[in-house]
C-alpha cells in the first residue's frame, strides 16, 4: 500500500472500520502489536500458538472454531451464487477473502461475533508472579472499558499510525 492511499483512508481506519484495519494489517492482532511493539511477541494470547497473525485468527486458532466454519461455509455459499472465484478455506489466503467484496457480509459477522481486532490482549506481565493475577483481573473487566481503553489510544495516535 502507498503512503498516498493510506492516508486516504486514515480517517476510516482512526473511526475503527475493522474491514480497513484488516486490510492493511493494523487489525489488533498480535504479530502486528508485537511489530509496534505493544507486546514482546506476536504469541497468540488465546492458544499460546506463535503467530497470532490473521490467517491464524480466521483459520486456526481453536478459540474462535465454530465462528470460522460458520465464516467459510457462507463465503463458500456466497461465492458459489455470485460470479467470481471460488472461495475455499484453503486456497483463499485473508488478503483475497478480504479484497472480495462478495466476502463482506461474512467477515463482519465473523468480526461480530468473535473478539478478533477487538481488545489487545491480556496486560504484559512484568513479572513471572504476576501474571496468573494480572490474567484474572482481566477477565474481571468489562469489554466496555477495554474498548474506550482501545479507542483513548486511538486518539493519542498509538493505534495504526507508522511512525
Ligand atoms: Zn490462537
Known amino acids: 500500500m502507498t503512503r498516498g492511499m493510506y492516508m486516504s483512508i486514515l ?7 475493522p474491514i480497513c484495519q484488516l486490510k492493511t494489517g493494523h487489525c489488533l492482532t498480535g504479530q502486528y ?3 509496534t511493539t505493544r507486546r ?10 506463535s503467530i497470532q497473525s490473521r490467517e491464524h485468527l480466521f483459520k486456526t486458532c481453536p478459540q474462535w472454531r465454530s465462528q470460522q466454519k ?35 457480509q461474512a467477515v463482519l459477522a465473523f468480526l461480530a461475533n468473535t473478539d478478533v481486532g477487538r481488545a489487545s ?15 484474572l483481573e482481566w477477565e474481571e473487566r468489562g469489554r466496555e ?12 495516535g498509538v493505534g495504526g499510525v507508522f511512525f
Open 11 to 17: 480517517p476510516l481506519l482512526r473511526m475503527g472500520c
Open 33 to 35: 502489536l508485537a511489530w
Open 40 to 49: 514482546p511477541d506476536g504469541t497468540c494470547w488465546w492458544c499460546q500458538y
Open 70 to 104: 460458520t465464516l467459510w461455509m457462507t463465503v463458500l455459499e456466497v461465492a458459489r451464487k455470485i460470479p467470481g472465484p471460488t472461495r475455499g478455506r484453503d486456497r483463499t489466503n485473508i488478503a483475497e477473502l478480504l479484497a472480495d467484496e462478495r466476502c463482506s
Open 121 to 135: 490482549g491480556p496486560p504484559v506481565a512484568r513479572e513471572e508472579d504476576s501474571e496468573a493475577s494480572e490474567a
Open 145 to 156: 472499558e477495554r474498548l474506550a481503553e482501545m479507542r483513548a489510544e486511538d486518539e493519542r
